[in-house]
Each structure stands twice: as C-alpha cells, then as structure tokens.
C-alpha cells in the first residue's frame, strides 16, 4: 500500500532536476522552446503532462509561439511512493515519459520501450 513520502519543494526540484541531467546530452541539445515545471498537485490525478506542439509536429509556420510546459506533480509522485528512493525512481520515469512526448513518442510506443 502506498504511504506519502514528504518532500519539501526545493528537495523535489532537485530530484527533478537530477532527472533531467540523466537524460543523454545528445537528446537534452535537441529539446527546443520546452520548460519544466513542478506543481503542487493535478486534480486528475496525473503524475506528469506534456503541453505543446511535439517537435515531429513542427513546420515551416512554427515560430513567435510560446513555449511548451511540461508539468511535474509533486504530490500526486509522493502519494503513491513509500519511499523516497520511490520517489526518485517515478520523477525520472516521469520526467523520461513527458520528454518523450515533446519528441512525438506516443503513449503506446513509451508502453513498449518499457516507460508507460
């Protein structure tokens, strides 16, 4: 049975950040007009969500438009986590998952890389 782990804000940006330096260099210069963000909590329950145009959707007319948010949820990761190694392993699954769509992978695909 899950329990909440507590974090404070300043400890879960740091795990959030520390996922983000596991993504591979080559893949991170690629991001483009794309920030995180951690939130308190999504009522819908959600651990993360990926807002914007994916970069395979991108054309010709894509430019002057704001940029893409990707948000991460703090407690909606810490209530189903027991613990904060838990807690550290769903950030980076969940920071991966919302990266993945800024690059056009799809739910279904993420499922079959293991990532769902």
Same mark, same amino acid.
């Given at each position: 049975?899950?329990?909440?782990?507590?974090?404070? $804000?300043?400890? &879960?940006?740091?795990?959030?950040?520390?996922?983000? #330096?596991?993504? %591979?260099?080559?893949?991170? $210069?690629?991001?483009? *007009?794309?920030?995180?963000?951690?939130?308190?909590?999504? %009522?819908?329950?959600? +651990?993360?969500?990926?807002?914007?145009? %994916? +970069?395979?959707? /991108?054309?010709?007319?894509? &430019?002057?438009?704001?940029?893409?948010?990707?948000?991460?949820?703090? $407690? *909606?990761?810490?209530?189903?986590?027991?613990? /904060?190694?838990?807690?550290? #392993?769903?950030? /980076?699954?969940?920071?991966?998952?919302?990266?993945?769509?800024? &690059?056009?992978?799809?739910?279904? /695909?993420?499922?079959? +890389?293991?990532?769902?």
């Amino acid at each position: 049975m899950a329990g909440v782990v507590e974090l404070t $804000r300043r400890e &879960f940006e740091e795990l959030v950040a520390d996922a983000l #330096d596991t993504i %591979p260099e080559h893949l991170a $210069r690629l991001m483009d *007009n794309v920030v995180l963000t951690v939130e308190e909590e999504s %009522p819908e329950g959600l +651990l993360g969500v990926y807002e914007g145009v %994916p +970069l395979t959707e /991108r054309g010709d007319t894509y &430019f002057g438009v704001l940029p893409d948010v990707i948000h991460i949820y703090q $407690r *909606n990761i810490c209530a189903i986590s027991e613990t /904060r190694e838990q807690v550290v #392993d769903e950030v /980076r699954v969940t920071v991966v998952h919302e990266i993945a769509h800024h &690059f056009g992978i799809d739910d279904d /695909r993420l499922t079959d +890389l293991g990532w769902g």
